[in-house]
């Protein structure tokens, strides 16, 4: 719904990918699509993201996207940092909490008397049509023409993300997360680890190889 809401171009797979959760039914992932995610003004990226059913999260950012531009987050200083081809880049990053917050303290300082022009209309729909998600917003469109106080990035944001809270949840915690998983580790055979030096014996180890190598000696083994 989400997908078909934001008019994304869907593109299904041939297999659809089956995964198995601890509880309740299988995750169906049927469909993917493209995504240029516009970060600033001049910086732009395409990614693509996994289309979802039965699943809490509806569509899914792969992490090898992230490690695909060397994304970090700064979590200490609301960073956000990637890097496209040579260039690095590092934006602000907000929470829903604060997200919500400004958009609420700038609705009720915007002066009720400001009208927007037409033109500011027009250039803001051709933008979002132009844009690599080829959105519509209808909704917004609907709300700069009925409203004399027009919305915020932040407060559209907002808007947003109370629409979809099954994605965006209120607290954290709401999150149904992931408890009592099973996994499997495979080895690789024949590879290198990937930091390998002597390994020091603990004393009750050294002990035991000493007597050995004691009773070794009086035997006249070594």
């Given at each position: 719904?989400?997908?078909?809401y934001?008019?994304?171009?869907?593109?299904?797979?041939?297999?659809?990918?089956?995964?198995?959760?601890?509880?309740?039914?299988?995750i169906?992932?049927?469909?993917?699509?493209?995504?240029?995610?516009?970060?600033?003004?001049?910086?732009?990226?395409?990614?693509?993201?996994?289309i979802?059913?039965?699943?809490?999260?509806?569509?899914?950012?792969?992490l090898?996207?992230?490690?695909?531009?060397?994304?970090?987050?700064?979590?200490?200083?609301?960073?956000?940092?990637?890097?496209?081809?040579?260039?690095?880049?590092?934006?602000?990053?907000?929470?829903?909490?604060?997200?919500?917050?400004?958009?609420?303290?700038?609705?009720?300082?915007?002066?009720?008397?400001?009208?927007?022009?037409?033109?500011?209309?027009?250039?803001?729909?051709?933008?979002?049509?132009?844009?690599?998600?080829?959105?519509?917003?209808?909704?917004?469109?609907v709300?700069?023409?009925?409203?004399?106080?027009?919305?915020?990035?932040?407060?559209?944001?907002?808007?947003?993300?109370?629409?979809?809270n099954?994605?965006?949840?209120?607290?954290?915690?709401?999150?149904?997360?992931?408890?009592?998983?099973?996994?499997?580790?495979?080895?690789?055979?024949?590879?290198?680890?990937?930091?390998?030096?002597?390994?020091?014996?603990?004393?009750?180890?050294?002990?035991?190889?000493?007597?050995?190598?004691?009773?070794?000696?009086?035997?006249?083994?070594?």
């Amino acid at each position: 719904r989400l997908a078909e809401y934001l008019k994304l171009q869907l593109i299904k797979h041939k297999n659809p990918i089956l995964l198995s959760p601890i509880r309740g039914p299988k995750i169906e992932v049927t469909h993917f699509t493209n995504i240029n995610l516009i970060f600033e003004d001049d910086i732009s990226n395409s990614m693509q993201f996994s289309i979802m059913k039965n699943c809490s999260v509806n569509v899914s950012l792969g992490l090898e996207i992230c490690q695909k531009i060397e994304a970090k987050i700064d979590y200490a200083t609301e960073t956000f940092t990637f890097s496209i081809g040579t260039e690095e880049y590092s934006i602000r990053i907000f929470s829903k909490e604060q997200i919500i917050e400004e958009g609420n303290l700038e609705e009720e300082e915007v002066d009720s008397d400001y009208e927007p022009e037409k033109k500011e209309i027009t250039k803001s729909t051709q933008e979002s049509s132009t844009s690599g998600l080829k959105l519509k917003h209808k909704e917004n469109e609907v709300f700069l023409q009925n409203n004399h106080n027009p919305p915020s990035e932040e407060q559209a944001i907002a808007k947003f993300v109370q629409k979809h809270n099954e994605i965006f949840p209120k607290l954290g915690d709401l999150l149904p997360g992931i408890h009592e998983c099973e996994f499997e580790i495979k080895l690789k055979m024949g590879t290198s680890p990937t930091r390998s030096y002597p390994r020091r014996y603990s004393p009750i180890e050294k002990n035991a190889i000493k007597e050995e190598v004691d009773l070794m000696t009086k035997n006249k083994i070594i």
